[in-house]
């Protein structure tokens, strides 16, 4: 494959040093974008997920036209769900919808563990398309829901906000939890395994949900989940290729994310960088985490609050520029384009010394 022209993000992910700090957005393609609405007014959600020459269309948008240093793959985190035998619906105004929800040993004992060549061709066939469009432009990021994440929408059905049926689940029926986890487990990591074979520069995990467990239930399900994934995919000899993790909710278990084999902790706008900095020490690289509501505020204020993240985080490798969760529908493309030129300026002051060290 042709080598990459912007590997600003591989390289931050390793704690390289870099000319500048990079920036890419979780949910960067959405519905904010004018370009998608027109797309989605044609097509439903998951038809656009399932085609591939439109998901690429769609990976594509925010790196045309807002010029970010990494692509996200357009999918979902519930293609996997459904790939081990849910049925699901993601509904205007109510979210995501699972037809029959995991309640019983039997249900779990029903559902596959998928091979993702046979029931998510369409997401590689997706990637394929989309690293063809990029030529190598910038690297393309591939994902999956975290095992905990995924367990909870299995197990409520629907995305309540505080799950509170899948909490009760792991207290009431813990055993059934866990055989329920350990498919979700190798679903998740057979499906990265392909993702990566099939391309993908780094992998995230979306751990949307972890912040609701109490210590315990986030030790046995969250954190054990992902640190198999990673387990699994490391096992599999793809060093090369960065693992990021988002884990929402969390910032009081800096250290312990710290070790769970990912690369790159993802962190929420409720984490100090500064101090997660000092946490973590040179483990990990970390990325965030601007509040998305701040994409809401006037350009200026944007502007400001982009300068103040990359203080925080301050002098130095091993930062990547992000939201600390997805963009808002309603947020202005101008705000987000301000957001992506102020980084780009602002940040190669803190890269000095990393400039002076390599001859950048
Ligand atoms: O980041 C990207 O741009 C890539 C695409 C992406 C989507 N979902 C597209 C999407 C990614 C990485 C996701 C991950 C995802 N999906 C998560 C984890 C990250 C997070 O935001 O917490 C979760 C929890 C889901 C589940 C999900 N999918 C929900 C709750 C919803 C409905 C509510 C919402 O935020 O839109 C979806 C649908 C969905 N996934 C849309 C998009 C663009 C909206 C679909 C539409 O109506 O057009």
């Known amino acids: 494959m042709k080598p990459l022209e912007n590997d600003l993000f591989l390289k931050a992910c390793r704690r390289e040093p870099t000319e500048r700090t990079p920036i890419w957005l979780m949910r960067q393609a959405g519905r904010y974008l ?48 459904e790939a081990m035998g849910l049925t699901v619906r993601i509904e205007d105004g109510l979210g995501p919808q699972i037809e029959h929800p995991v309640r019983t040993a039997a249900d779990v004992a029903r559902l596959v563990i998928p091979d993702p060549h ?5 997401v590689l066939e997706a990637i394929r398309a989309t690293l063809e469009r990029l030529r190598g432009r910038v690297p393309l990021i591939g994902f999956a829901g975290a095992p905990w994440t995924l367990l909870a929408y299995m197990v409520e059905g629907s995305g309540t906000g505080d799950f509170r049926r899948a909490r009760v689940f792991v207290r009431e029926a813990p055993d059934v939890a866990r055989a329920l986890l350990e498919k979700i487990v190798h679903a998740v990591a057979r499906f990265l395994r392909a993702q990566i074979e099939a391309g993908v520069h780094a992998v995230q995990l979306f751990d949307t949900w972890a912040g609701l467990l109490d210590p315990d239930s986030l030790t046995e399900f969250a954190l054990a989940g992902v640190r198999r994934v990673i387990r699994e995919l490391k096992a599999a000899g793809r060093d090369d290729v960065p693992i990021l993790l988002f884990s929402r909710g969390t910032a009081a278990w800096m250290e312990t994310l710290a070790e769970t084999g990912a690369d790159v902790l993802s962190l929420d706008w409720t984490c100090d960088l500064a101090r997660a900095r000092r946490q973590v020490g040179d483990r990990v690289a970390l990325q965030g985490n601007l509040d998305p509501i701040a994409l809401l505020a006037s350009p200026d204020i944007v502007a400001r609050e982009a300068r103040r993240v990359l203080a925080r985080f301050g002098p130095g490798s091993g930062h990547i520029f992000n939201l600390g969760h997805g963009v808002l529908p309603e947020t202005p493309v101008e705000n987000v384009r301000r957001l992506v030129d102020t980084v780009k300026r602002e940040s190669p002051k803190y890269h000095v010394e990393d400039r002076a060290g390599t001859d950048l």
Not at 54 to 73: H, K, R, S
Not at 118 to 122: A, D, P
């Open 34 to 81: 004018p370009s998608y609405q027109t797309l989605r007014q044609r097509y439903d959600f998951l038809t656009l997920c399932r085609t591939p020459e439109l998901a690429a269309e769609i990976t594509l948008q925010p790196v045309e036209q807002l010029d970010v240093d990494a692509a996200i793959l357009f999918s979902d985190i519930l293609v996997v769900p």
């Open 118 to 122: 046979e029931k998510l061709g369409y």
